[in-house]
């Protein structure tokens, strides 16, 4: 049986990080998401986002964030799955 850091380190392995600018596919495989940090261009401004379960914009919406400059982490604890895949859909930037 394998011991905890050998496990963390398995994990660790399929985990990555995206930088995402705009609505786009991160993955078409099953996902989990354990965070997400939404960063406004400014101070002024707040952004809202939808994270699908799916691959367009069209899919089923799993969380839903709206973040201003001053607050822009979010986390998923437990992780959520998103099990048809991952897209990230901006809707847009709001004046706060």
């Given at each position: ?13 399929d985990?990555?990080?995206?930088f995402?600018?705009?609505s ?9 998401v ?21 691959e367009t914009?069209?899919?089923d919406?799993?969380?839903?964030f709206?973040?201003?400059?001053s ?5 998923a604890?437990?992780p ?13 930037m709001?004046?706060?």
């Amino acid at each position: 049986m394998k011991d905890y850091k050998e496990s963390i380190l398995e994990l660790a392995k399929d985990c990555s990080v995206e930088f995402v600018a705009g609505s786009r596919v991160i993955t078409s495989r099953p996902c989990f998401v354990f965070g997400c940090v939404i960063t406004p261009d400014n101070a002024d401004n707040k952004t809202q986002i939808h994270l699908r379960n799916g691959e367009t914009n069209l899919s089923d919406i799993l969380l839903s964030f709206k973040a201003r400059y001053s607050h822009p982490v979010h986390t998923a604890c437990p992780p959520v799955h998103f099990n048809k895949g991952l897209y990230v859909h901006n809707i847009d930037m709001l004046t706060a």
